[in-house]
């Protein structure tokens, strides 16, 4: 029986033990930092292979696979003391914080493995991004999705800014669902069409990478029509090179920094 054991109990950890619970929760037992108390709380009552710690250091000296799911300006504190052994693996799931300085906060661990999960992991859906490779992580985090296996660390922190178009996602949802209600239509019928239209519509584009074709926009709009002028009015004020200036602003944010008062 794997022994995994979660340091920070917040958004993403969950979303992975609920995933993981599909795949492994026959093959593992899971121990969980007790911060967030009402997430660890819930996740040990929903199931009986999870269990809340007393604290970080007894999930550390009680697992074989570590996870680090705290933000990146809380690792040092996080860390700090804590009883690391040289046959442990530790995951961090930490955006923006290099595999050299986790692996200098979790000495002696043997083994140090950067994981970029994103929350449809509690589906068994989306990019699941590793580096380096290794055997049990990828077996781990096989079946929660689409498994790339990153050949150089640079590509998981582009990857993690990428990622962070993911909120804005939902605010262009949500945008066009208010736009939906403001022309009277009744908002759970506004809100499940746009969900579902873009659910296919991300369903369309693997299916198209599966088979090595493009998506080019120009061939998913009527000649003359409606997505066309939306396209065209959204690229004559420059809405698309914004896309890439955000990219940018995302790039040089100081994730590490302590948060301003
Ligand atoms: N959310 C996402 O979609 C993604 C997140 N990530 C990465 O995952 C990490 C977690 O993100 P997210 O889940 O959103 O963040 P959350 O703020 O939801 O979770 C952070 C967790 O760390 C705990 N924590 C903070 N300080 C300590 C400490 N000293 N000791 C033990 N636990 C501590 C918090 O407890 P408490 O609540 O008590 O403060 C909380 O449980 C980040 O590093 C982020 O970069 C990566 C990819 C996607
Ligand atoms: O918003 C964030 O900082 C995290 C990292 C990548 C995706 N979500």
């Not at 661990?109 to 055997?135: D, M």
């Not at 009744?186 to 088979?211: E, I």
Request: glycine share 10%; with cysteine.
């Amino acid at each position: 029986m794997l022994r995994l054991g979660f340091v920070g109990t917040g958004t993403l950890v969950s979303a992975v033990i609920d995933g993981l619970q599909a795949t492994h929760g026959d093959r593992c037992r899971i121990l969980l930092s007790p911060r967030s108390q009402e997430t660890s709380q819930a996740l040990a009552a929903r199931y009986a292979n999870v269990e809340r710690a007393e604290s970080s250091a007894a999930v550390v000296e009680g697992s074989d696979v570590v996870f680090l799911g705290m933000r990146p300006n809380q690792l040092d504190e996080a860390t700090a003391g804590l009883p690391f052994r040289p046959d442990q693996t530790v995951v961090s799931f930490l955006a923006g914080v290099s595999h050299a300085r986790v692996s200098e906060k979790v000495q002696p661990a043997g083994h140090v493995v950067r994981v970029n999960p994103l929350p449809p992991i509690r589906l068994r859906k989306g990019p699941v991004v590793i580096y380096p490779a290794n055997p049990i992580v990828e077996d781990l985090f096989g079946g929660l999705g689409d498994l790339i296996v990153a050949g150089k660390e640079s590509d998981l922190a582009a990857i993690a800014n990428g990622s962070a178009m993911m909120s804005s996602h939902y605010a262009l949802q949500n945008a066009i669902i208010d736009w939906l209600v403001s022309r009277e239509m009744a908002p759970d019928t506004a809100t499940h069409y746009v969900r579902s239209m873009f659910s296919g519509l991300a369903a369309v584009g693997l299916d198209a990478f599966a088979k090595g074709e493009p998506v080019d926009p120009a061939h998913h709009e009527t000649k003359g029509g409606l997505n066309e002028r939306g396209r065209r009015y959204l690229g004559d004020i420059g809405w698309f090179d914004e896309i890439g200036r955000a990219l940018d602003v995302i790039e040089g944010h100081v994730l590490t920094a302590r948060p301003k008062s």
